[in-house]
């Protein structure tokens, strides 16, 4: 019988920092979710202990759209991290999701040099070798 899951990334893991333990939790069912500040109702991102807009303590995490447009985006054709060599090139961009906030993010899936502004996307999940999965975007169907 074949193993149906992916090959694990060969990107470095990224640290569950303070805050941020709920949103990676999620990834392990795939869940892609947003924390919300409870006191000003509006969307936190990147996850963190105190929102930054009126720095209230009361946050949550809901589940988010997942889906976005590309509001920026550049092509890695020789990245510095020698942990992503092997996947260069590769698309990095910023995505406004639909929710209000913006992501820093790599867009897969297509080729590089067709990621461009405007365009609509969805996440999609590379495995991390701790069970976690990592939220990537690629063109909406
Ligand atoms: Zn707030």
Redesign the pocket.
Known sequence: MSDPTPDPSPRIQPPVTEGAEGFWEATRARRYVLQW?L??E?P?SYPRVV?P????ARLEYRPASGRGTVYAVTVEHRPQNPAMRSLAPYAVALVDLEEGVRVLSNVVDCAPDDVTVGLAVAVTWEPLDDGRNLPLFRPAP
Do not use: R
């Open positions: 500040c006191d000003c509006a936190v929102c807009g009126c720095l209230g």
